[in-house]
């Protein structure tokens, strides 16, 4: 197998299942050109295919992680959580299918100190 190559710099990856693998990463706020985006691609034959992809307009995606029974992806953009499905059946044209966006919520950190620290 050989690798691909992409537009945007890779923060993070993972295996969706046994033929693909997810990734995420971009340009950041920036208006640099450079897109922010999760990309799906298909490791089956020679090379990686790209076969889904989701664009983060706003915002460089930077960690990603799959469900272990389900097509779903669960990807951090800013202080965001991003729920994107892999839908089975992809569109026969020419253009790249996009995941499909399940839900996007506000993360709030919260951290927690004993007396003792």
């Known amino acids: 197998m050989s690798g691909c190559s992409v537009d945007f710099p890779i923060y993070d990856i993972t295996s969706v299942d046994s033929v693909r693998v997810a990734l995420c990463g971009g340009g950041g706020v920036v208006k640099s050109g450079v897109p922010n ?22 915002a460089a995606p930077s960690c990603i992680a799959a469900h272990p029974g389900e097509p779903i992806l669960a990807v951090g953009v800013d202080h965001n959580l991003l729920i994107l499905e892999i839908e089975k059946k992809q569109k026969l044209n020419k253009q790249v299918p996009t995941l499909k966006k399940v839900l996007e919520r506000e993360v709030v950190k919260v951290t927690d100190k004993s007396r003792d620290s």
């Not at 990309?39 to 295919?49: A, F, I, L, Q, S």
């Not at 889904?52 to 706003?58: N, Q, T, V």
């Open 37 to 58: 985006a999760v990309e799906v691609y298909d490791t089956r034959g020679k090379g990686m295919v790209l076969s889904y992809r989701y664009d983060c307009e706003r």
